[in-house]
């Protein structure tokens, strides 16, 4: 019987505790250091990197930075979704967090992008940090938290 009475309580106590502990089932939001673009023409909106009217060569687009000498190339994917009205997505994860990069669509074509962060700390997760905004080429703001965004050539 003594061995039940402590079990129990072994039990009791372990449910006690985990129930105290209101992170523990939580699923956390992690940090967002992605953007997602559709590069466009500024003249009629038809898609430049994928499609019929393609000009840039989606194995050749970079998205890098500088840190002093040293070149940070950051990972992106190419999502090409016809019958969902996109011809075209570049899912870029901009890793280690820039202020500024580039995006080289080709030889000739460059373009600048300024990132602002919005930083949270929570109670459970730790801090959470998102890109909250670009700026492309120093001119035009593209919300960063808004789903797929268009640059305009």
Same mark, same amino acid.
């Given at each position: 019987?003594?061995?039940?009475?402590?079990?129990?309580?072994?039990?009791?106590?372990?449910?006690?505790?985990?129930?105290?502990?209101?992170?523990?089932?939580?699923?956390?939001?992690?940090?967002?250091?992605?953007?997602?673009?559709?590069?466009?023409?500024?003249?009629?909106?038809?898609?430049?990197?994928?499609?019929?009217?393609?000009?840039?060569?989606?194995?050749?687009?970079?998205?890098?930075?500088?840190?002093?000498?040293?070149?940070?190339?950051?990972?992106?994917?190419?999502?090409?979704?016809?019958?969902?009205? #996109? %011809? !075209?997505?570049?899912?870029?994860?901009?890793?280690?967090?820039?202020? =500024?990069?580039?995006? @080289?669509? +080709? &030889?000739?074509?460059?373009?600048?992008?300024?990132?602002? #962060? %919005? !930083?949270?700390?929570?109670?459970?997760?730790?801090?959470?940090?998102? =890109?909250?905004?670009? @700026?492309? +080429? &120093?001119?035009?703001?593209?919300?960063?938290?808004?789903?797929?965004?268009?640059?305009?050539?």
């Amino acid at each position: 019987m003594k061995r039940l009475f402590l079990f129990a309580s072994i039990i009791f106590i372990g449910l006690l505790f985990n129930s105290c502990n209101s992170c523990k089932w939580l699923d956390c939001v992690t940090s967002n250091y992605s953007g997602q673009f559709r590069v466009i023409s500024g003249a009629d909106g038809k898609d430049l990197v994928f499609g019929p009217n393609k000009i840039y060569d989606k194995n050749e687009i970079k998205f890098y930075s500088l840190n002093g000498t040293d070149t940070v190339f950051f990972d992106y994917e190419p999502a090409n979704f016809p019958g969902a009205g #996109y %011809d !075209s997505i570049l899912y870029v994860h901009f890793f280690p967090q820039p202020d =500024i990069a580039y995006m @080289r669509l +080709n &030889n000739i074509d460059v373009d600048t992008i300024n990132f602002s #962060y %919005d !930083s949270y700390k929570t109670k459970c997760c730790g801090t959470i940090t998102e =890109i909250i905004n670009f @700026r492309f +080429n &120093n001119a035009v703001n593209i919300p960063g938290n808004q789903g797929t965004q268009a640059i305009r050539k």
